[in-house]
């Protein structure tokens, strides 16, 4: 039985999304296309267990079923579909709106690691507990299965795992995926007011060789060098 929290989560991130202007396209789509499963996770779902009131500058959504690949087809028919910095699809339902959605295709998300057929395999491998937390577009069913909402409660920033392949996160990108771990820990933690738990922080500190690549990070996702280097100084690790 779900607790005061975890409905009052719902709610909210229902209500978000209803707001936004692509809601009724997905919510269309999920009536066309009947091998689809589509969910809302991370940064919304983090934000509002936090207690932060900001409208959402994007929605990120996790598709999964045989009819995945007609749905992409079918948002780049009625919006616009780009590539972001993983080459995953964002899309734009409207050039009228700045909120848009980054979409993860289960069949091509890859981490380095196993591949995922299921909404908990994939918050499996996320970076921290606090991003994977999950809710279903249909039924609207939560999805909690690493204790992210309570780490959050604690204002603990936990990572989920040190093992993911430290590639290119791209192949012609210099920035690896690891260092982009190690420097998104740092900006949640700063700029959430997350402390960093024991494993986590052992692991940026035995790593900051990371430090390195702050150039590649900051040109790949338009971060200021100068609030990067705050976000580290505060944390009082580096």
């Not at 999964?64 to 699809?89: A, C, H, M, R, V």
């Not at 590639?167 to 012609?172: C, L, N, S």
């Not at 998104?184 to 997350?194: I, K, P």
Request: aromatic share 14%; hydrophobic share 40%; net charge negative.
């Amino acid at each position: 039985m779900l607790n005061t929290q975890e409905n009052m989560i719902i709610k909210r991130t229902l209500e978000e999304f209803t707001n936004w202007v692509g809601s009724n396209a997905i919510n269309t789509a999920l009536k066309q296309f009947h091998e689809l499963e589509l969910y809302i996770v991370g940064g919304v779902l983090r934000d509002i267990s936090l207690g932060i009131s900001l409208p959402p500058k994007d929605f990120d959504i996790l598709a999964i079923g045989n009819d995945t690949e007609n749905f992409f087809s079918y948002l780049k028919d009625i919006g616009t579909l780009e590539y972001g910095q993983f080459n995953s699809p964002r899309w734009f339902p409207s050039s009228q709106t700045a909120c848009y959605s980054d979409m993860m295709n289960i069949d091509s998300w890859d981490t380095g690691l196993n591949k995922c057929t299921s909404v908990e395999e994939v918050l499996s491998q996320f970076d921290f507990t606090g991003n994977a937390i999950a809710l279903g577009i249909k039924d609207h069913k939560l999805y909690n299965p690493l204790n992210g909402i309570e780490d959050l409660n604690n204002h603990v920033l936990s990572a989920i795992r040190f093992d993911f392949k430290d590639t290119p996160i791209r192949e012609d990108a210099k920035l690896t995926k690891m260092a982009l771990h190690w420097f998104r820990y740092f900006l949640y933690s700063y700029r959430l007011g997350l402390q960093l738990d024991q494993n986590t922080t052992e692991w940026v500190y035995n790593n900051r060789i990371y430090l390195k690549q702050l150039s590649f990070f900051c040109d790949e996702f338009g971060y200021d060098s100068k609030t990067v280097k705050t976000a580290i100084t505060k944390s009082a690790i580096i």
